[in-house]
């Protein structure tokens, strides 16, 4: 499956964005996608995720209640709804797909066989 993120740009702090990332070669909905996010100098870190069965998602702590992550499988397209975006929100967003991914396992970035190209956010103060 090949992945193409888009959706990224400049906001001001407490706007939102929209990204997306669309999918080619395969169908979406047989994997469980995730997004991630690296900012300069620091480590890929886990976002969020949506389950391939059920559509059951997780949030890393810090986005909790201000992002939202949805799958439409007929477009096998993920979104991620962002919203109240803050400074630290600032990276490069990721999106990773994995077949049969546990759920102790999805924070994980090498557990993911599959990866877009990244979007840039950029949340001004």
């Known amino acids: 499956v090949q992945l193409q993120a888009s959706g990224g740009g400049l906001v001001q702090a407490w706007g939102s964005l929209r990204l997306s990332c669309a999918a080619s070669?395969?169908?979406?909905?047989?994997?469980?996608v995730a997004w991630f996010r690296q900012a300069p100098g620091k480590e890929r870190e886990f976002v969020a995720a949506?389950?391939?069965?059920?559509?059951?998602?997780y949030y890393a702590d810090s986005v909790k209640g201000r992002f939202t992550m949805s799958r439409d499988n007929a477009k096998s397209t993920v979104y991620l709804q962002m919203n109240s975006l803050k400074p630290e929100d600032t990276a490069v967003y990721y999106c990773?797909?994995?077949?049969?991914?546990?759920?102790?396992?999805?924070?994980?970035?090498?557990?993911?066989?599959?990866w877009g190209q990244g979007t840039q956010v950029t949340v001004s103060s």
């Open positions: 949506i389950f391939r069965s059920g559509g059951n998602t």
């Open positions: 990773a797909a994995a077949r049969g991914i546990i759920l102790s396992s999805i924070r994980g970035p090498s557990n993911y066989n599959y």
């Open positions: 070669g395969s169908t979406l909905g047989m994997y469980t």
